[in-house]
């Protein structure tokens, strides 16, 4: 089945202790992204990565750092998770397109962070 | 500056009464605007994409236009099961490579 899958699905942690949210997908998709969803705000873009050891910073990125060793997974790291980081999580990937046309993102189930 | 605002925050309709959702963005070129659905404590699901003005997409009960400076989320005769949020978005920045959401409209259809 074509997913994409987060772990942790709920995590409550403590402020300053280091964490790590994996995200993989096994649809072969080029393009990646972190999305942090707030009441009120709606979805705002952590980080995306555009294909293999390609990462760049979305409009929320502060706290926040990625890698992109492998294709498949994209990982969140929170090094020093601090309270105004408690949100609902989302990762998403897409296939790259072609023809200058953007594609559908596809997302995983959400991991729901309280920091403490 | 990108940016997509969703009006109304909130829409409660009867079973059966018609509505629409309204997205408005600022964009400088667009690249496609996408409509996602989202049930409570899940992901967004992928609905439709909309690239040039006078598109129009049909999907059961919902139909999305887009026009240069909005996008319309057309539901027709609902049902409760489509209650849920649904969500704007259009790439943005430099290359669009960027994903901007509106913050959502929270449907609720009761029978």
């Known amino acids: 089945e074509a997913q994409v899958t987060q772990n942790p699905r709920y995590l409550i942690t403590v402020t300053g202790k280091k964490l790590t949210v994996t995200c993989s997908q096994n649809?072969?998709?080029?393009?990646m992204s972190w999305y942090r969803q707030d009441p009120g705000l709606g979805l705002r873009q952590i980080y995306y990565s555009m294909n293999v050891e390609v990462t760049d910073k979305g409009d929320v990125p502060e706290g926040y750092k990625v890698s992109r060793k492998e294709k498949r997974n994209f990982p969140l790291i929170l090094e020093s998770p601090s309270p105004n980081q408690t949100s609902l999580y989302f990762c998403a990937s897409s296939p790259r397109t072609s023809g200058g046309s953007y594609n559908e993102q596809f997302f995983g189930p959400g991991t729901r962070l309280t920091v403490l | 500056e990108d940016q997509v605002t969703q009006s109304p925050e909130a829409l409660r309709l009867q079973e059966g009464e018609s509505s629409s959702l309204n997205c408005s963005y600022t964009v400088s070129g667009l690249r496609g605007l996408f409509w996602y659905r989202q049930d409570p404590g899940k992901g967004p699901e992928f609905l439709f994409t909309l690239y040039s003005a006078g598109e129009e997409k049909e999907k059961e009960r919902l139909k999305a236009t887009l026009t240069k400076k909005e996008s319309f989320l057309h539901i027709t005769a609902p049902k409760p099961e489509d209650s849920a949020t649904y969500l704007c978005a259009v790439p943005a920045g430099e290359y669009g490579n960027k994903l901007v959401f509106g913050a959502g409209t929270i449907l609720r259809v009761k029978s």
């Open positions: 649809m072969n998709h080029e393009y």
